[in-house]
């Protein structure tokens, strides 16, 4: 089940790091497939260009006791439904680790983290377990890309610092190109709920409006709790999956969050020239105003600014920050040692210092958003949040 990100970017990004040496591959089949891509390798070719044996399952690779006790960190690039599944047996890998005094096992998962709400928490629960009962555990972070660059660090920063005040209205709008990818019935697994009858819906909010609850919840500090949501959306008429929505999220504090979200935008992310996402966030608070927009393909479309109140100018004063890195979303660029999502799960592995982006705790938020988000749009009605 390995997907397009793993093949084509965290497995060429890990093998360029010298710091890393990959230990195993995880695949069922001899030639992965990808609708996204026809030239995925079979996997004897990934053993022979990787140096490392290929294992058709999780619990296969774990029961391996020469290899297993050797892996550092594992990292979930499987379809979106059976994320719970890999990363429910990493876990309790990891608490037999701890029982015997073994060393940590850290996991970076693809988004979203789960598909259904009860899976996130199952997670939460074993995540917060190992934290309770047991040594210093490893690390349990979320690909959201966007999450670990330095503008969104500096946002968060100063969320956490106060300069914003009290959090009273964010408003974020996002359109993305992959309409082509929705409206192609080959693409079950973007267009289709799971078999298992617990996945609501499938689409452009699991598929992409992950990236933005997610980055909003980090900025927000914990500061940002979802509590209803009301949501319609419209689908693609040739597989049914959800292509645009437009929601209100209702949070703790009377904070109102108005989020919408479109695959509508022409063009392709895969293109020469690529057509990038379109983001723009503002986050309005009781002491100023945070923007960041811009083309997630061109770092000059946008910036990070921070607007405050002033004598001088009744427009307020500007400050930008992350000054002159200008808009730096998603990081999808090919080549390197990867995104800095990757690059932190590293310095996780190898010990080091690490920036969490996006943690449990964000991953549960965006779950419990985007499953509320589809029981609206079925019912027509505001949903609370399943907690």
Same mark, same amino acid.
């Given at each position: 089940?390995?997907?397009?990100?793993?093949?084509?970017?965290?497995?060429?990004?890990?093998?360029?790091?010298?710091?890393?040496?990959?230990?195993?591959?995880?695949?069922?089949?001899?030639?992965?497939?990808?609708?996204?891509?026809?030239?995925?390798?079979?996997?004897?070719?990934?053993?022979?260009?990787?140096?490392?044996?290929?294992?058709?399952?999780?619990?296969?690779?774990?029961?391996?006791?020469?290899?297993?006790?050797?892996?550092?960190?594992?990292?979930?690039?499987?379809?979106?439904?059976?994320?719970?599944?890999?990363?429910?047996?990493?876990?309790?890998?990891?608490?037999?680790?701890?029982?015997?005094?073994?060393?940590?096992?850290?996991?970076?998962?693809?988004?979203?983290?789960?598909?259904?709400?009860?899976?996130?928490?199952?997670?939460?629960?074993?995540?917060?377990?190992?934290?309770?009962?047991?040594?210093?555990?490893?690390?349990?972070?979320?690909?959201?890309?966007?999450?670990?660059?330095?503008?969104?660090?500096?946002?968060?920063?100063?969320?956490?610092?106060?300069?914003?005040?009290?959090?009273?209205?964010?408003?974020?709008?996002?359109?993305?190109?992959?309409?082509?990818?929705?409206?192609?019935?080959?693409?079950?697994?973007?267009?289709?709920?799971?078999?298992?009858?617990?996945?609501?819906?499938?689409?452009?909010?699991?598929?992409?409006?992950?990236?933005?609850?997610?980055?909003?919840?980090?900025?927000?500090?914990?500061?940002?709790?979802?509590?209803?949501?009301?949501?319609?959306?419209?689908?693609?008429?040739?597989?049914?999956?959800?292509?645009?929505?437009?929601?209100?999220?209702?949070?703790?504090?009377?904070?109102?969050?108005?989020?919408?979200?479109?695959?509508?935008?022409?063009?392709?992310?895969?293109?020469?020239?690529?057509?990038?996402?379109?983001?723009?966030?503002?986050?309005?608070?009781?002491?100023?105003?945070?923007?960041?927009?811009?083309?997630?393909?061109?770092?000059?479309?946008?910036?990070?600014?921070?607007?405050?109140?002033?004598?001088?100018?009744?427009?307020?004063?500007?400050?930008?920050?992350? $000054?002159?890195? %200008?808009?730096? +979303?998603?990081?999808? #660029?090919?080549?390197? =040692? @990867?995104?800095?999502?990757? /690059?932190?799960?590293?310095? $996780?592995?190898? %010990?080091?210092? +690490?920036?969490?982006? #996006?943690?449990?705790? =964000? @991953?549960?938020?965006?779950? /419990?958003?985007?499953?509320?988000?589809?029981?609206?749009?079925?019912?027509?009605?505001?949903?609370?949040?399943?907690?």
């Amino acid at each position: 089940m390995l997907s397009f990100v793993a093949t084509f970017i965290s497995l060429a990004a890990l093998n360029r790091n010298v710091g890393v040496r990959l230990v195993a591959i995880v695949e069922p089949s001899e030639h992965p497939r990808s609708t996204l891509n026809d030239n995925l390798e079979p996997v004897s070719a990934l053993a022979t260009r990787y140096k490392c044996p290929i294992f058709r399952s999780t619990g296969e690779l774990l029961a391996d006791s020469s290899l297993a006790d050797e892996i550092d960190g594992a990292i979930v690039c499987t379809p979106h439904s059976t994320h719970f599944e890999v990363g429910e047996l990493l876990l309790r890998e990891d608490e037999r680790r701890a029982e015997k005094g073994g060393k940590a096992l850290h996991i970076l998962m693809e988004k979203p983290m789960t598909t259904n709400v009860l899976e996130a928490k199952k997670l939460h629960q074993l995540v917060g377990k190992r934290q309770t009962n047991y040594r210093s555990s490893g690390c349990f972070l979320l690909n959201h890309s966007a999450n670990y660059r330095e503008q969104t660090k500096a946002a968060h920063n100063l969320v956490r610092d106060g300069r914003l005040g009290a959090i009273r209205h964010i408003a974020v709008s996002f359109a993305a190109p992959p309409i082509w990818l929705f409206d192609d019935p080959a693409n079950e697994g973007w267009n289709k709920p799971d078999s298992t009858g617990t996945m609501l819906g499938n689409g452009f909010v699991w598929g992409q409006s992950s990236h933005v609850l997610a980055w909003i919840f980090h900025v927000g500090c914990g500061r940002i709790q979802p509590r209803r949501v009301y949501c319609i959306m419209n689908h693609s008429e040739t597989t049914g999956a959800d292509v645009s929505h437009s929601a209100t999220i209702h949070c703790e504090g009377g904070i109102t969050f108005s989020l919408s979200g479109t695959s509508l935008l022409p063009g392709c992310e895969y293109s020469d020239p690529p057509v990038g996402k379109q983001v723009n966030i503002e986050i309005f608070g009781s002491d100023g105003s945070l923007f960041y927009s811009g083309n997630d393909h061109d770092s000059a479309s946008g910036r990070l600014e921070f607007r405050v109140g002033s004598d001088e100018n009744e427009y307020g004063k500007i400050e930008e920050l992350c $000054a002159p890195m %200008g808009f730096l +979303f998603e990081n999808t #660029a090919e080549g390197g =040692i @990867g995104p800095e999502s990757l /690059q932190n799960f590293v310095a $996780a592995c190898s %010990g080091k210092d +690490f920036y969490p982006g #996006a943690d449990i705790k =964000i @991953g549960l938020m965006t779950v /419990q958003t985007i499953e509320a988000m589809y029981r609206s749009q079925n019912s027509g009605l505001v949903e609370d949040i399943k907690n």
